[in-house]
Protein backbone atom coordinates (compact mmCIF):
# COMPACT_ATOMS: atom_id res chain seq x y z
CA UNK A 1 0.00 0.00 0.00
CA UNK A 2 1.38 3.68 -1.18
CA UNK A 3 0.21 6.25 1.03
CA UNK A 4 1.41 9.87 0.62
CA UNK A 5 0.59 12.42 2.80
CA UNK A 6 1.40 16.31 1.75
CA UNK A 7 2.21 19.03 4.28
CA UNK A 8 3.35 22.66 4.44
CA UNK A 9 0.15 24.41 3.18
CA UNK A 10 -1.20 27.86 5.05
CA UNK A 11 -2.02 31.26 4.42
CA UNK A 12 0.40 33.75 2.52
CA UNK A 13 0.55 36.96 1.51
CA UNK A 14 1.35 37.55 -2.00
CA UNK A 15 4.99 37.83 -2.54
CA UNK A 16 5.95 35.15 -0.07
CA UNK A 17 7.00 32.08 0.18
CA UNK A 18 5.49 28.51 1.10
CA UNK A 19 7.62 25.03 1.09
CA UNK A 20 5.57 21.71 0.53
CA UNK A 21 6.52 18.00 1.36
CA UNK A 22 5.11 14.96 0.74
CA UNK A 23 6.01 11.68 2.12
CA UNK A 24 5.63 8.90 0.66
CA UNK A 25 5.19 5.25 2.28
CA UNK A 26 6.80 2.28 0.80
CA UNK A 27 10.36 0.79 0.29
CA UNK A 28 9.88 2.20 -3.94
CA UNK A 29 9.81 5.42 -3.50
CA UNK A 30 13.01 5.66 -5.85
CA UNK A 31 11.22 4.01 -8.36
CA UNK A 32 8.27 6.53 -8.71
CA UNK A 33 8.50 9.23 -11.01
CA UNK A 34 6.20 12.27 -8.86
CA UNK A 35 4.12 14.93 -9.32
CA UNK A 36 2.42 18.25 -7.60
CA UNK A 37 -0.89 19.14 -9.44
CA UNK A 38 -3.17 22.21 -7.97
CA UNK A 39 -6.91 22.37 -8.21
CA UNK A 40 -9.09 25.64 -7.55
CA UNK A 41 -12.42 25.82 -7.15
CA UNK A 42 -14.35 25.11 -9.98
CA UNK A 43 -11.26 24.24 -12.28
CA UNK A 44 -10.01 20.97 -13.68
CA UNK A 45 -6.69 19.87 -11.61
CA UNK A 46 -3.53 21.05 -13.24
CA UNK A 47 -0.13 19.95 -13.60
CA UNK A 48 2.42 22.02 -11.59
CA UNK A 49 5.19 20.46 -11.71
CA UNK A 50 6.55 16.85 -11.92
CA UNK A 51 10.07 15.29 -11.23
CA UNK A 52 11.62 12.06 -12.53
CA UNK A 53 12.66 8.49 -10.78
CA UNK A 54 16.00 10.05 -10.07
CA UNK A 55 15.33 14.00 -10.06
CA UNK A 56 17.38 14.83 -13.18
CA UNK A 57 14.31 15.92 -15.46
CA UNK A 58 11.74 18.20 -14.14
CA UNK A 59 8.98 19.93 -15.39
CA UNK A 60 6.96 23.39 -14.96
CA UNK A 61 3.77 24.73 -15.78
CA UNK A 62 4.52 27.81 -17.76
CA UNK A 63 2.42 29.60 -14.89
CA UNK A 64 4.94 28.55 -12.01
CA UNK A 65 8.13 28.53 -14.45
CA UNK A 66 11.08 30.47 -12.64
CA UNK A 67 8.92 30.94 -9.62
CA UNK A 68 8.75 27.08 -8.23
CA UNK A 69 11.21 24.31 -7.49
CA UNK A 70 10.38 20.64 -7.39
CA UNK A 71 13.24 18.23 -5.79
CA UNK A 72 13.35 15.26 -4.05
CA UNK A 73 15.08 13.05 -1.13
CA UNK A 74 15.05 9.88 -2.02
CA UNK A 75 16.40 8.65 1.12
CA UNK A 76 14.00 10.25 2.92
CA UNK A 77 11.12 9.21 0.70
CA UNK A 78 10.03 12.62 0.25
CA UNK A 79 9.30 15.42 -2.55
CA UNK A 80 9.00 18.92 -2.11
CA UNK A 81 7.66 21.64 -3.57
CA UNK A 82 9.55 25.25 -2.90
CA UNK A 83 7.03 28.39 -4.13
CA UNK A 84 7.87 31.74 -4.33
CA UNK A 85 6.80 35.06 -5.24
CA UNK A 86 3.04 33.60 -4.76
CA UNK A 87 0.37 35.31 -6.35
CA UNK A 88 -3.20 34.88 -5.71
CA UNK A 89 -3.83 32.82 -9.12
CA UNK A 90 -1.79 30.39 -6.94
CA UNK A 91 -4.58 29.40 -4.18
CA UNK A 92 -5.50 26.18 -4.43
CA UNK A 93 -5.18 22.76 -2.94
CA UNK A 94 -1.91 21.24 -3.77
CA UNK A 95 -1.96 17.65 -4.25
CA UNK A 96 1.01 15.15 -4.76
CA UNK A 97 1.06 12.06 -7.00
CA UNK A 98 2.87 9.15 -8.06
CA UNK A 99 3.51 6.93 -10.61
CA UNK A 100 5.93 4.32 -11.33
CA UNK A 101 8.62 4.90 -14.04
CA UNK A 102 7.95 7.60 -16.18
CA UNK A 103 6.48 11.69 -15.81
CA UNK A 104 3.47 12.43 -17.24
CA UNK A 105 1.68 15.65 -17.27
CA UNK A 106 -1.68 14.06 -17.19
CA UNK A 107 -3.30 13.59 -13.62
CA UNK A 108 -5.01 10.81 -15.37
CA UNK A 109 -1.53 8.73 -15.57
CA UNK A 110 -0.65 8.69 -11.50
CA UNK A 111 -2.52 6.24 -9.91
CA UNK A 112 -1.29 7.20 -6.22
CA UNK A 113 -2.27 10.45 -4.68
CA UNK A 114 -1.82 12.52 -1.62
CA UNK A 115 -5.15 13.69 0.24
CA UNK A 116 -3.82 17.52 -0.33
CA UNK A 117 -3.14 20.96 1.33
CA UNK A 118 -4.72 24.24 0.91
CA UNK A 119 -2.60 26.66 -0.05
CA UNK A 120 -3.95 30.34 0.00
CA UNK A 121 -2.20 33.77 -1.15
CA UNK A 122 -3.99 36.95 0.03
CA UNK A 123 -3.36 39.54 -2.21
Known amino acids: QVQLVESGGGLVQAGGSLRLSCAVS????????MGWFRQAPGKERDIVAAISVGGGLTYYADSVTGRFTISRDNAKNTVYLQMNSLKPEDTAVYYC????????????????WGQGTQVTVSS
Open 97 to 112: AGRYSGTSYSPNQYPY
Open 26 to 33: GRTFSTYA
